[in-house]
């Protein structure tokens, strides 16, 4: 991989070997009984992975975004519904408590969510509020004396039904709007915190995905993350992060359909010759590394900003948050097409279960959808282009 450090290329290449080795036999059984390996964070944690972006005082290895991106993609080489679920604890919960708690919090909350002792979620999307996550927000926390008190439904929460830690939006302020919107840590073992029901998902098998409820949940004012009715502040801030460290799945798995793709075409003969002889193939070969390689510097180059000192600003209208959007909007469409152009090429195999390359082909439209749609993707990039 061009552009990288010895560093980088160190822990992109401890994620892919241990990845190979203890994932890869797995897989299978992972997809197909939408299984979660009991020991998958306390191993990711005991190499050093859970805490890329958190300081080292809070038990992390104080990296930036550009190695949590090489982390999830090479993991997602693998397996990307767990390189899904891994972004969504050491990223979307983690990581934004780094940002954005205070002391007290990191130093309870943060070592666990390291080693793997905990694990995290967010819960943001609401079963109403899809794409207008916050102004369609219901959940309400209302305060009473030195707590609040939380009520509402949270849908598609990546790992909600196995997480201890969850960091968790809701109105403080109703009337405000969206700036009435507050973030709190909750602990998942909370009285009131009930998983609903779990989600059945035609792709992304093995990363547990569920609804949340939350009745009379009493949560301590001390767990309010940044500060009361900050809460868009603190998903703003975020979402660019997330969008770039999911962009490293979507590359990942667009890495995987094409090894998949070359193998295949080389081993697969129809008129006596490998099909790999043939222009058509060969055509959408070149074509599938094209895309690869151009969400490759889409992607490197928004963590990169990420990492730069106007890009850990973050937050809506900024430059960073344009470069997420293009980040995630391409490397995500070029991953969809990827896929189902490895699963042309396979022919009636790529159909069939017993081939790997139709799981990508289900596993991948996700990204187009999740942190945000292709579409809220176009009118975030066209906003700051038109500005």
């Not at 707590?147 to 968790?168: E, P, Q, R």
């Not at 344009?322 to 097409?337: D, G, Q, R, W």
Request: overall charge negative; charged content about 25%; glycine content about 12%.
């Amino acid at each position: 991989m061009i552009g990288l450090t010895n560093e980088e290329h160190m822990l992109a290449e401890t994620m892919y070997k241990w990845a190979v080795k203890e994932i890869a036999p797995l897989q299978e059984k992972i997809d197909e009984d939408d299984w979660l390996p009991d020991d998958f964070f306390k191993q990711l944690g005991e190499l050093g992975m859970l805490g890329i972006t958190i300081d080292e005082e809070y038990g992390g290895s104080g990296q930036g975004i550009m190695m949590q991106v090489l982390a999830i993609e090479q993991l997602s080489r693998i397996s990307p519904a767990l390189g899904m679920t891994y972004g969504a604890h050491s990223n979307l919960c983690a990581n934004n408590i780094q940002k954005n708690g205070n002391d007290a919090q990191k130093r309870k909350y943060l070592p666990p969510l390291c080693t793997g002792e905990h694990i995290g979620a967010l819960c943001l999307t609401e079963p109403n509020a899809g794409s207008d996550a916050l102004g369609g927000m219901r959940t309400v926390a209302k305060k009473k004396g030195d707590t609040y008190v939380m009520n509402g439904t949270k849908m598609f929460i990546t790992n909600g039904s196995i997480a201890d830690t969850l960091l968790v939006y809701a109105k403080t302020a109703p009337e405000w709007g969206p700036h009435g919107i507050s973030a709190f840590i909750v602990e998942a073992d909370s009285p009131g915190v009930t998983v609903s029901r779990k989600l059945k998902k035609c792709g992304m098998r093995g990363s547990p995905t569920c609804e949340l409820c939350f009745e009379d949940v009493v949560v301590p004012a001390e767990n309010l993350l940044h500060a009361e009715n900050c809460g868009v502040a603190v998903v703003t801030s975020g979402l660019a992060y997330e969008r770039i460290v999911l962009a490293g799945g979507s590359l990942g798995l667009s890495e995987q359909a094409l090894e998949y793709s070359i193998q295949y075409a080389k081993e697969r003969e129809q008129f006596g010759r490998p099909i790999k002889d043939f222009q058509m193939i060969q055509q959408k070969i070149a074509d599938m590394y094209c895309l690869v390689e151009a969400s490759r510097g889409l992607v490197y180059g928004a963590a990169r900003f990420a990492d730069g000192p106007e890009g850990k600003m973050g937050g809506k209208g900024t430059e960073l948050d344009k470069l997420a959007a293009a980040a995630i909007l391409f490397a995500a469409e070029s991953s969809t097409k990827v896929a189902c152009d490895g699963v042309q090429i396979h022919g009636g195999y790529g159909y069939c279960l017993e081939y790997p390359i139709q799981k990508l082909w289900r596993d991948a439209k996700l990204y187009e959808i999740g942190a945000g749609t292709s579409e809220i993707r176009r009118m975030i990039i066209a906003r700051e282009l038109l500005r």
